[in-house]
């Protein structure tokens, strides 16, 4: 079942094979075969690389503004991104990316809810069961440049959070 939300961020001309290559060391345990969409900032709609590895894999591909990653809270991103802040304004690329597709798949699913609804109400409300959590499942990982987080609004079982952060953050 199709469940995951692939969250990238990597540098310029980085080419699909070590997008994919990044990609297949965050999914652990999990296979391509759930993968539901894989997200980016807009900034890199037209890199070739990433266009590649999703054509390749019959991927959708999402983009999101830095406005909206900047909604992202920071208690979200394990560890902010010295080149995102540097390059694009925002603390982060693969996490925000990650949460926000994930978020946004549930809102397809469910309608009723809205996505900006759920970020406005992430730092203090508690999901209803109409308003499934966006939830990272695997953190930020870095593999030859390109950064990867996995994201899903189902529970799974599997590759866990990295045990370096204490703290988990849901989007609703």
């Given at each position: 079942?199709?469940?995951?939300?692939?969250?990238?961020?990597?540098?310029?001309?980085?080419?699909?094979?070590?997008?994919?290559?990044?990609?297949?060391?965050?999914?652990?345990?999990?296979?391509?075969?759930?993968?539901?969409?894989?997200?980016?900032?807009?900034?890199?709609?037209?890199?070739?690389?990433?266009?590649?590895?999703?054509?390749?894999?019959?991927?959708?591909?999402?983009?999101?503004?830095?406005?909206?990653?900047?909604?992202?809270?920071?208690?979200?991103?394990?560890?902010?991104?010295?080149?995102?802040?540097?390059?694009?304004?925002?603390?982060?690329?693969?996490?925000?990316?990650?949460?926000l597709a994930a978020a946004a798949a549930a809102d397809s699913a469910a309608p009723r809810e809205r996505v900006a609804t759920r970020l406005a109400n992430a730092l203090d409300a508690t999901?209803?069961?109409?308003?499934?959590?966006?939830?990272?499942?695997?953190?930020?990982?870095?593999?030859?440049?390109?950064?990867?987080?996995?994201?899903?609004?189902?529970?799974?079982?599997?590759?866990?959070?990295?045990?370096?952060?204490?703290?988990?953050?849901?989007?609703?």
């Open positions: 079942m199709r469940t995951l939300s692939v969250g990238i961020g990597c540098r310029l001309h980085s080419p699909a094979d070590q997008i994919e290559a990044a990609v297949r060391a965050a999914l652990g345990a999990h296979g391509f075969d759930e993968i539901l969409t894989v997200a980016s900032v807009d900034s890199k709609a037209h890199e070739a690389g990433l266009l590649e590895f999703c054509a390749r894999h019959a991927l959708p591909l999402t983009f999101f503004s830095t406005e909206q990653l900047a909604a992202i809270p920071v208690t979200a991103i394990t560890e902010p991104s010295t080149a995102a802040r540097e390059h694009l304004g925002v603390d982060g690329v693969c996490e925000p990316c990650a949460l999901p209803t069961p109409a308003a499934p959590r966006a939830r990272l499942l695997v953190r930020k990982t870095i593999h030859a440049g390109v950064t990867v987080a996995i994201a899903s609004t189902r529970a799974h079982t599997g590759r866990q959070p990295a045990p370096h952060t204490s703290q988990e953050q849901d989007l609703p």
